[in-house]
């Protein structure tokens, strides 16, 4: 989701338009890339939303303009000039000469200059291009119109300009020009030489006018000689305060000014600034984002500066909007958590720290998906591989945005918020390279369809751009390229898109012979991209001064054309149109409008412009220079009422910067009366009603050339009847070939009652809702208009019961929203029943009590069966959700004996930390066996039909982490094993983890061997987790690598009673440090051996079993008993125990609603899945933790051993 940014076609070079701004930027080819010409756009001058990779695009009311007002950014206005037949200007690395680049190839078209000379010559050509007599007609052609053909005034005029060389600046390739305006005459200019091997700047020189430009003054002594500079800032709110930025490859400083440029005060700064955002209305407030993604703030116009926070997404923080916020010093802003998600936050400027910001959207959002721009705020979450959007109208809670049900939109961009209102393009779930648009209600939730397949295109940063311009000065008037049957076609809307129609192709072209174009086969088409850059002027042009005026270019045919590009003009707002040129030009905008400057766009000098002072039907050519210009940009003074204009350019490739200042004023010699104006009406195609009302502007008569000064604006304005073309579909609803606005197949009409209580009223939509910011009366609009309705008595129906993420599965110990929906029944007087399935349940009396989600915490892990039960008077529904609440799992162990005999059944057991964790699943390797078995218990029994050494592994599958360990164990036909103890010193050095159990069995059987000489093959020794410190003594059958000299049971019995006679003369002992002599003995307590005996055991061995087994009840029962005294240490207890006790699995209570998964997948599929690797590992040390996940408190030693 994004806001849509400005682009389009890529500038060719310098040449440069841009009035009214204010703030001009000239930069050669591929310095912007270097990054010092062209800053980071901030959402609230170019911003694209569009998580592509990363969130919300929007354009600006304009179109493609940006949404805030230009001078709001506080940063350098781009204004290279539309189109790319600019001139190409680069210098070339490493010489300082420039290099001019040809315009775009393509046949030459004629303008006024060349229509002159074929007129003195007496020849004009035809649109084929065949040369012909003038007054000579094409047979068969209807005879020419000259009144309606563009008349270009043949002798050359003068304009009164001066020049002024900005010396020592011919190596510079980059410049930023501001100026003051509004009765100011202070024209500051910055130029750099942007160095293209090293990738930054070199050199700077800071210039300055105070006389509208006639003469400079070079300010770098009061800067610092040695001082570079890199960018021009200056206050929205206050020109008079300007700001410079220093190159942070040198220093990291500022340079305000509070006297227009005149004086500088210089400020360290500890971090390096990427962008500013000033506060649209406290001139000294500004949010600095530095380059290590930290967002700064000052409220002295950067004098001091304070940390607000780190870890923020670029371009994604916002100063309140003034009418939204109460408070004024709110700063929203989009920040980043450690483990990598986005939030949403807000915070005042002087107080943001973690205790004062609030988080208004629950939960994480989208990366770079946050927008706030007027009266709404947009995030974006995606859930179930669909991102849904969401809105805050006013600040209030966030709703999500409706589009139509099977919209299953895969990108939003927001494109204007204006008039209370949200337009929006979708591209929806089967287009490509168009979108759909769609406009809302005020509160911005509820969206219907106003066009579909615009066209759209991308950026060289991959932003969308799409093809809709909003015309200044009329109210719900765009234009929009859409793509019908594989061809772009421009269509025009009055009433906010409710209606679109083609646009009429003019009746005659440049020299009044008439076109053949009938609608709607052929018609005129317009370009509405502008530069890739968000601040430049485009091929299309309007203002607010001058309501009825679009410039643009384009072309007649059948569909939209690169080639045979002309310029055309409406000076009716779009109704007619007429062509002006034949090539592209710049087209800047004076006196309100009352004189339109066009400049051509060509690749060589030239001295010469065009004038109109009739809305563009006639063009006196004046020259403003003496010597032809290389022209790079012109700057009008802001405000369209000057008459001033500063001509950028230079004489020659290697010549300085040279400004041509042109004063318009001689060419007025009064300014305009009262009678000079006449009035216009607004309208479409002879309608006069638009958005509801009559609209009467003054217009200056096309036959008076007087200067008009100040805006004359509307006459008046009077409100028309309320007709059907006043009122757009409903949502939920769409408009039938008759006209008629009927139920969607998927609208259930009655839906919009679900939330009234009997007795109390809805409005119960007719299908139709007025189009925002219409202005009409009476008329049909009772009609059409949603009516009081008394609620209707409904037994709840269309139950539901979700998480608020949409998810499945909880986290213990952490709070799980929960959320019911209801599609039908009366909300206030409805019984509310939620069982949470763990045997706590609660009742509410109506559904608006649980708007915000009911909160729940589980302390137990597992599956459970979430209820709920809605009652009224009528009936009752209830809905089921089985809620998977987890523990994260951390550890596995597998626990299983050392050694067993052929064919004996085996135990294995998964024992997990923590014990309780949720739902999962098994998967058990053990010996050759290709395919695994899959269980959902932590147990399983198995045998084993050969001898040999067999490795068993578990996998276990928790959520999107896998575990797992592995384990080998001995399988003999026959053993013996015998219980060892210690002398107690043994005890005092017993760490109890894994590698010093496995080292010092290495030790015992090494002096086991030594002490008895028995051979290392037939003894296996394991010490046991646990104290005092104990071990299992393993007398094992060998045999050859042949297969021979096996040992027999009577071997392995003399065997161990060697061994035992060993033992009990302590004869076996070893040291385990130096001093530190440590005794083994046979245990007087021996256990039992891990085999049944046979008949051939001796009457003693007999009776030690009979022993272990009384001793072993006796200790069970201890045991038992030990575990209900309260207050017994988790730790100590779980010391002593033997590993085999700690084995459990995963148990729910009985008082808990319990599923159990019965349906698995089969073993080759999850064979075939790829396992998280990362997770798959088994620890070389026993894990020791205390820590609380949710309600699972631990602190436990985990042993990694058998």
Known sequence: MGKVGAGGRSPAGLSALLAGAGLLVLCAPGSCGGGSCCPPRHPSAAPRWAPTPGGLPHQGPRGRAPAAPLPQLGRPLFAVAPGDRALCLERAPGTGAPVAVASRSGRKRRSGEDLEKAEREGTSRSPRGVLRDRGQQEPGTPERDPDKATRFRLEELKLTSTTFALTGDSAHNQAMVHWSGHNSSVILILTKLYDYNLGSITESSLWRSTDYGTTYEKLNDKVGLKTILSYLYVCPTNKRKIMLLTDPEIESSLLISSDEGA?????????????????????????????DQKLYSSAEFGRRWQLIQEAVVPNRFYWSVMGSNKEPDLIHLEARTVDGHSQYLTCRMQNCTEANRNKPFPGYIDPDSLIVQDDYVFVQLTSGGRPHYYVSYRRNAFAQMKLPKYALPKDMHVISTDENQVFAAVQEWNQNDTYNLYISDTRGVYFTLALENVQSSRGPEGNVMIDLYEVAGIKGMFLANKKTDNQVKTFITYNKGRDWRLLQAPDTDLRGDPVHCLLPYCSLHLHLKVSENPYTSGIIASRDTAPSIIVASGNIGSELSDSDISMFVSSDAGNTWRQIFEEEHSVLYLDQGGVLVAMKHTSLPIRHLWLSFDEGRSWSKYSFTSIPLFVDGVLGEPG????????????????????????????????????DYRPWQLHSQGEACIMGAKRIYKKRKSERKCMQGKYAGAMESEPCVCTEADFDCDYGYERHSNGQCLPAFWFNPSSLSK?????????????????????CTDGVREQYTAKPQKCPGKAPRGLRIVTADGKLTAEQGHNVTLMVQLEEGDVQRTLIQVDFGDGIAVSYVNLSSMEDGIKHVYHNVGIFRVTVQVDNSLGSDSAVLYLHVTCPLEHVHLSLPFVTTKNKEVNATAVLWPSQVGTLTYVWWYGNNTEPLITLEGSIAFKFTSEGMNTITVQVSAGNAILQDTKTIAVYE??????????PNLDDYNPDIPEWRRDVSRVIKKALVEATGVPAQHILVAVLPGLPTAAELFVLPHQDPTGENKRSAEDLEQISELLIHKLNQNSVHFELKPGVQVLVHAAHLTAAPLVDLTPTHSGSAMLMLLSVVFVGLAVFVIYKFKRKIPGINVYAQMQNEKEREMVSRVSHPESRSYVPQTELRRPGQLIDEKVESQLIEVPNSNFESSGVLGSCSVFSRIPTEH
Not at 265 to 291: G, M, T, V
Not at 755 to 775: E, I
Not at 974 to 983: C, G, I, Y
């Open 755 to 775: 939330d009234c209580s009997l007795g109390q009223s809805y409005l119960n939509s007719t299908g139709y809702r007025k189009v925002v910011s219409n202005n």
């Open 974 to 983: 026959e053993f013996r094993s015998l219980r060892l103890s210690f002398s």
């Open 640 to 675: 369209e009422e000057t008459l001033i204009m500063t001509v950028f350019g230079h004489f020659s490739h290697r010549s300085e910067w040279q400004l041509v200042k042109v004063d318009y004023k001689s060419i007025f010699d009064r300014r305009c009366a009262e009678e």
């Open 263 to 291: 004086t500088y005060q210089k400020y360290r700064l500890n971090f390096y600034i990427q962008s500013l955002l000033f506060h649209p209305k406290q001139e000294d407030w500004i949010l600095a984002y530095s380059q």
